[in-house]
């Protein structure tokens, strides 16, 4: 599995707060992702990261934003949320070596 | 762009059928394609995969060939079990990304 966890795996929280969730990975792997699952949409990407503090934008990207730190932790925070917004969250990392991703448990939010 | 376009479902099939789920890309260069699988509430695990041209993917009795005449990577077993009965995902990556079709859900009924 990579060594991926999720945090928070639920949340609830209402329109127009602002919420992070968490991607923390144990391999030290330099690409990591976020991707969003949503019923006849497959998964989205939102952003990715190459490095400490380099990211760039995927396909669904407006409304968040990212950050990376350290290596192991990959963050991703929606300004204010909006109901729009729920939907399951997966983080990502692509192995070093081979290009295949692994994926971590899922973060399911829900927008009120 | 670069896209992947996979069959509709929902498939039932009964235990120890034939099972093919169609995938075909759409890319620039010379992508890598996967199979990736999921299970209820549970992320996407990878199946197998494909890096060029002609190369055959397996893993658990399950099979793709990267066909680049046709731009397909379709997901064959030969006899289905219950326990495949899963979401199945085709994907390809090109650079540093990569796209997911939607899904096909499988059931398998004994």
């Known amino acids: 599995d990579a060594g991926i966890t999720q945090s928070p795996r639920h949340k609830v929280t209402e329109t127009g707060t602002p919420v992070t969730l968490r991607c923390h990975q144990t391999e030290n792997h330099r690409y990591m992702y976020w991707y969003r699952q949503d019923p006849g949409h497959g998964l989205r990407l939102i952003h990715y990261?190459?490095?400490?503090?380099?990211?760039d934008k995927g396909e669904v990207s407006d409304g968040y934003s990212v950050s990376r730190s350290k290596t192991e932790d990959f963050l991703l925070t929606l300004e204010s949320a909006t109901s729009s917004q729920t939907s399951v969250y997966f983080c990502a990392i692509r192995r070093d070596r081979g290009n295949e991703q692994y994926f971590g448990p899922g973060t399911r939010l829900t927008v009120t | 762009g670069d896209s992947v376009t996979q069959m509709e479902g929902p498939v039932t099939l009964s235990e120890e059928a034939f099972l093919t789920i169609n995938c075909t890309y759409t890319?620039?260069?010379?992508?890598?394609l996967f199979w990736y699988v999921q299970y209820p509430g549970e992320g996407l695990q990878l199946l197998l995969k494909a890096t060029k041209a002609d190369d055959k993917g397996s893993n658990k009795g399950f099979e793709a060939t990267y066909r680049k005449e046709t731009t397909s990577f379709h997901l064959e077993k030969g006899s289905v079990q219950v326990s495949d009965s899963a979401v199945y995902f085709c994907?390809?990556?090109?650079?540093?990304?990569?796209?997911f079709g939607t899904g096909t859900s499988l059931t398998v009924i004994p």
């Open positions: 990261s190459y490095g400490v503090k380099d990211t």
């Open positions: 994907a390809l990556n090109t650079g540093n990304q990569f796209y």
């Open positions: 890319a620039t260069g010379y992508p890598s």
